[in-house]
């Protein structure tokens, strides 16, 4: 890739504003970049080579495999968003991977190892990058407890309510989603089967909440959620 997009790429995140302008270039000598296409796997936890992610472009899943084999989606990454080995170690008791979404996305990437020197060098981007790994282990977390406190119907609403001001595009009341999540997807994000999640968009849209097909979601009152 152009180092001169790297560049910019990499200025243009909040995480490396602290950097001067020859540190961002020294960035982008350790960087590598990726694209992908909708149905991708881009990330094992299990990897012999543990990495940095930052995404650029698109949308990405982050699946959890439990012994039996059971997968849950435990984050949806976004534009601008970090993931991988954000703990700085790699953990052999997580197993998890990261999935394509969307029609095509674009991937910084960093060697942990790299990643790391870089840190020690300059105080002010690990300083930030702490807070800034700090604020999304607290929204993972929150969204657990959210779970394991409210009825499937609840999680639901819940959740199109956070994607909707995320993503959503608003006219009035009226908010317009890019859909590029299955029923199933949905169904793994608020930790109940498929059948349920799809019975519950059903309910919402014969009682006029929201229309419901695979390229958006639209919610007619985000005021009723």
């Known amino acids: 890739m152009h180092e001169e997009l790297k560049y910019w ?6 995480l490396f504003r602290t950097l001067s302008f020859g540190q961002i270039r020294q960035l982008c000598i350790i960087t590598g ?18 990495r940095i992610f930052l995404l650029k472009k698109g949308n990405i ?12 989606i435990k984050d949806i990454i976004q534009k601008g968003d970090l993931f991988g080995e954000l703990t700085l170690e790699a953990d052999d008791q997580t197993n998890e991977y990261a999935k394509v979404l969307s ?13 790391e020197n870089l840190l020690l060098q300059n105080p002010s981007l ?63 994000i608020i930790c109940t089967s498929r059948q349920t999640a799809t019975q519950l968009l059903n309910e919402m849209e014969n009682n006029g909440t929201l ?6 979601i639209i919610i007619l009152d985000i005021t009723k959620l």
């Open 61 to 72: 899943k982050i699946v959890a495999v439990d012994e039996e084999g059971n997968e849950t």
């Open 103 to 115: 029609d095509d996305v674009a991937i910084c990437s960093f060697l942990l190892s790299d990643f």
């Open 211 to 216: 229309t419901y097909n695979r390229k958006e």
């Open 33 to 50: 970049f990726k694209k992908a296409q909708k149905g991708e796997i881009i990330y094992f936890s299990s990897s012999d080579v543990p």
């Open 126 to 188: 690990a300083l930030s990058y702490t807070k800034f790994v700090g604020l999304k282990m607290k929204r993972i977390k929150n969204s657990y407890s959210n779970l394991i406190s409210k009825d499937a119907k609840t999680r639901l609403f819940q959740f199109l309510k956070d994607w909707a001001e995320k993503e959503g595009v608003k006219e009035g009341r009226k908010v317009v989603i890019e859909n590029y999540l299955t029923q199933n997807d949905i169904a793994q």
């Open 9 to 14: 790429y990499l200025r243009d995140h909040k």
